[in-house]
Nanobody
């Protein structure tokens, strides 16, 4: 089993920045891909960014150039640096980990609210 705990959400004005953290514990050796997803009210959960064990990164078009995903293997933590935030970035952000055999793990989510 893998446990994921997010932190770092909050309220920020448009144009501001936030950094989300996702601390992983448990059978973390099984995790191949880590990522961030978000879900706004009334909308489906969507991919924001992912990073592989080989440090390959992929971003949603809506956040390219503004968000950066990174990982600190020594701390078993994945980060999402969010700059130039927009009101449309408002959502609950979830950390995700995908392990061997397609096992899917999720954190509890952290709220990000961007005011205009």
């Amino acid at each position: 089993q893998v446990q994921l705990v997010e932190s770092g959400g909050g309220l920020v004005q448009a144009g501001g920045s936030l950094r989300l953290s996702c601390a992983a514990s448990g059978s973390i050796f099984s995790i191949n891909v880590m990522g961030w997803y978000r879900q706004a009210p009334g909308k489906q959960r969507e991919l924001v960014a992912v990073i592989t064990s080989g440090n390959n990164r992929h971003y949603a078009d809506s956040v390219k150039g503004r968000f950066t995903i990174s990982r600190d293997n020594a701390k078993n933590t994945v980060y999402l640096q969010m700059n130039s935030l927009k009101p449309e970035d408002t959502a609950v952000y979830y950390c995700n980990g995908v392990g061997g055999g397609g096992m899917d793990y999720w954190g509890q989510g952290t709220q990000v609210t961007v005011s205009s």
